[in-house]
């Protein structure tokens, strides 16, 4: 009986956790669709649609900013960063765990946490 609530506690505490870190997608995609006399009438529920939902906010974000732009450009960014981290830590890494001597591996770490 005991092992029955020990493991319906982790259970209930991952459950908790899950909704907790999946709430803030939930309410992206449901404000996404939601028309904004929807959004704004604080007689409303929040968490549901109280009207039909559109696609005015999708086509607002595709066809009246720059989003897909910015999009990419942060690919290109993310890309180059991590090419540029492999290219000088693999290099790095290598020679690192080839060092020799005493203070070796306290430098190692040394210099992997800086």
Not at 45 to 67: C, G, K
Request: proline letters at 4%; zero cysteines; aromatic letters at 16%.
């Amino acid at each position: 009986m005991r092992r029955f609530f020990r493991e319906a506690g982790f259970v209930g505490a991952l459950a908790g956790l899950l909704v907790f870190a999946a709430f803030p997608f939930y309410w992206m995609v449901i404000t996404a669709f939601k028309r904004d006399s929807d959004l704004y009438n604080l007689d409303f529920n929040p968490f549901v649609f109280n009207e039909p939902p559109t696609l005015e906010h999708i086509d607002l974000l595709f066809n009246q900013t720059a989003f897909v732009k910015w999009v990419e450009n942060s690919l290109i960014i993310g890309v180059a960063v991590v090419a540029i981290t492999l290219v000088t830590a693999i290099p790095a890494g290598y020679s690192l765990a080839r060092m020799g001597g005493r203070k070796a591996e306290g430098l190692g770490i040394g210099i992997f946490l800086t």
